[in-house]
């Protein structure tokens, strides 16, 4: 049995690798600020004994002996990481460096979730890990990228010059069950317009594209980095097939039979155009991995998941 510690478990992705890492019988630390995330997304563990949930914010220093660190803590959603662009920055960058001090201490292993944030608006198409990005520095979106692209060089720095065993992620676009319904990124966002009767808000003429990848897939990726040896990456971590917004917005309105209208607005200011990881990397040195659920099956489950969700509310509020 080993003991991981999960920052940013409350949240979307952590709740899921939470669960993943209880099920093949680890102990796992959950350590959150609650500012996105969600106790309820956790109380289904809660009656793990070997799941312990910890109020911690990583801007500040924690100690605690573990084998392995998943480093997830930090606002993703553009509404919310922008709301505090000052305190996301902090939270990626002094986030990694109490991590990575925490994993040289206990000599434990640590994984970054970064983002492919770090590509910016491609130039490079699809983006392969040699690709160095197009990043505005001083844009909307730099609180959040920049602060991912600085941690990654803090983990590959603390790897070169203190020897820790560190491993970086570059996750695409990722969804399912346990998003929160106000978190604005546009498959959630959609998904509750629809069920809502709401109109769907298409951003720009809804041509960019993204690649979404379910959360399961995200999370066996996530672990067999953690298991891999010698290798730091960074890796992509991604589905490849790619969308426009109009396509997914046709795709939600089929799938929950729903008569929302499409409702153009503006497209916020560095909103890149395309996005697609080149995979290949992942399948060498994962051990083959590669997504498995596409997205009309991942839609599916999510649709389920918020048609649920909303309908408990309702309950609530009659
Ligand atoms: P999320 O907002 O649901 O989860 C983030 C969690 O971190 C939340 O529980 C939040 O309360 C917690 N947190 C934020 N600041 C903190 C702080 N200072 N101290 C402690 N906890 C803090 O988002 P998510 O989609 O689950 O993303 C998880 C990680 O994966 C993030 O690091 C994000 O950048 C990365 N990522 C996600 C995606 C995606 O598509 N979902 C894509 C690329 C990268
Ligand atoms: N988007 C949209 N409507 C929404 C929310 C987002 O059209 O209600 C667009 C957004 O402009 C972007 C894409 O969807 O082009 C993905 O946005 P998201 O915030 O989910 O992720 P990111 O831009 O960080 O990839």
Redesign the pocket.
Known sequence: MKRILVTGGAGFIGSHLCKRLLKEGNEVICLDNYFTGSKKNIVPLMENPYFELIRHDVTNPFMIEVDEIYNLACPA??VHYQYNAIKTIKTSVMGAINMLGLAKRVKAKVLQASTS?VYGDPEVHPQTETYWGNVNPIGPRSCYDEGKRCAETLFMDYHHQNNVDVKIVRIF?TYGPNMNPDD????S??IVQALKGEDI????N?Q?T?SFQYVDDLVEGMVRMMATENFTGPVNIGNQNEFT?LELAEAVLDLTGSTSKLSFKS??QD??KQ?QPDISLAKKELNGWEPRIELREGLYKTIQYFDALLGQKRKALT
Do not use: H, Y
């Open positions: 959603s553009p944030e676009n604005g990124r546009v498959v966002n959609f808000t298409i951003f720009g809804g960019q993204r917004m497209l916020p909103d890149p996005r």
